[in-house]
C-alpha cells in the first residue's frame, strides 16, 4: 500500500471542517473559481450528515470489495475516502460494518460513486456517508487487487489525486488543491458575511435585492452593479 502524506495534521482537518461549517460550497466556488473543481456527481447523504470535507483518498473497484477493503485499512485519520466504481449499476460497497471501522479510524468520511447499504445501522454512525445509489445486495467478490492505494481517479470530467481536498454540503461536490485550502476557506468566509450583511438589510430594512444593487441604474447606464449593503 502507498503511504500518503499531508501537510496538515488531523487536527489541522478537524480545524478546517469547523470552518467549513461557517460556509458552504457556493461560497467556495463564487469567491476562488479558478481553484475550485465542480465535481458533477449525483451524491447524496445518507445518514443524516449533510457535509463532508477532508483530504481525499480514492480508490477505484469493479464491484470488488477487496480495493475498498484496501482503502478503508490504509486511508488515514481524518481523511475522506472516496471509492468510484467503474460499473454500475453498482452493488453495495459500504455498510454499517465498514461505516463503524471508519469511525473507529477516525475519517472524516466515506463518499461513494456507486452503492452502500445498511441506511438504518449507519444512520447512528457520525462519519459522513454520502453515495450516487442505495442497493441492499453486497458485492460479493474479493479478488482483484487495487492497482493503487490511494489511486488517482478521473470522474465524470474532474480528476481527484490524493491529498486534495473533497467538500460537500446540500448543493454538490467540488475539489481543491490542498495548497489553496485555507485561502479559499478565508475567502469563502468573507463572501458568506457580505451575503449576511445583503439578507439582513432586506430583512431589517424593507429593501428589495433590485434596490441594493442599483440594478435601474445599472440597466439605463447610469450607475455600477453593486452588492454591498
Not at 103 to 125: F, S
Not at 187 to 213: F, H, K, P
Request: proline content about 7%; aromatic content about 6%; some cysteine.
Amino acid at each position: 500500500m502507498t503511504t500518503v502524506s499531508s501537510k496538515y495534521s488531523e487536527e489541522q482537518i478537524a480545524t478546517f471542517r469547523r470552518r467549513f461549517a461557517e460556509v458552504a460550497c457556493a461560497q467556495l466556488a463564487d469567491s476562488a473559481a479558478e481553484f475550485t473543481n465542480p465535481l458533477p456527481l449525483p451524491l447524496v447523504a445518507r445518514n443524516g450528515l449533510p457535509r463532508v470535507c477532508g483530504p481525499v483518498f480514492p480508490v477505484t473497484t469493479s464491484d470488488d470489495m477487496l480495493p475498498c477493503l484496501q482503502g478503508l485499512a490504509a486511508a488515514p485519520p481524518g481523511w475522506v475516502l472516496f471509492i468510484h466504481n467503474e460499473i454500475s449499476p453498482s452493488e453495495g460497497l459500504a455498510g454499517d460494518i465498514f461505516v463503524a471501522s471508519a469511525e473507529v479510524q477516525r475519517l472524516g468520511g466515506i463518499v461513494v460513486n456507486g452503492a452502500v447499504r445498511d441506511l438504518e445501522a449507519i444512520a447512528d454512525i457520525p462519519v459522513p456517508v454520502f453515495s450516487t445509489e442505495v442497493n441492499f445486495v453486497s458485492a460479493r467478490t474479493t479478488s482483484v487487487l487495487a492497482e493503487a492505494v490511494p489511486d488517482t481517479v478521473d470522474v465524470a470530467g474532474c480528476r481527484l489525486a490524493p491529498g486534495d481536498w473533497i467538500f460537500g454540503d446540500e448543493d454538490g461536490f467540488l475539489m481543491l488543491p490542498e495548497s489553496h485550502v485555507s485561502a479559499v476557506l478565508a475567502s469563502g468566509a468573507v463572501l458568506r458575511e457580505r451575503e449576511d450583511r445583503l439578507r439582513r438589510t432586506m430583512r431589517e430594512q424593507g429593501r428589495t435585492l433590485a434596490e441594493l444593487t442599483g440594478l435601474d441604474e445599472f440597466i439605463a447606464g447610469s450607475g455600477p452593479l453593486k452588492f454591498n449593503p
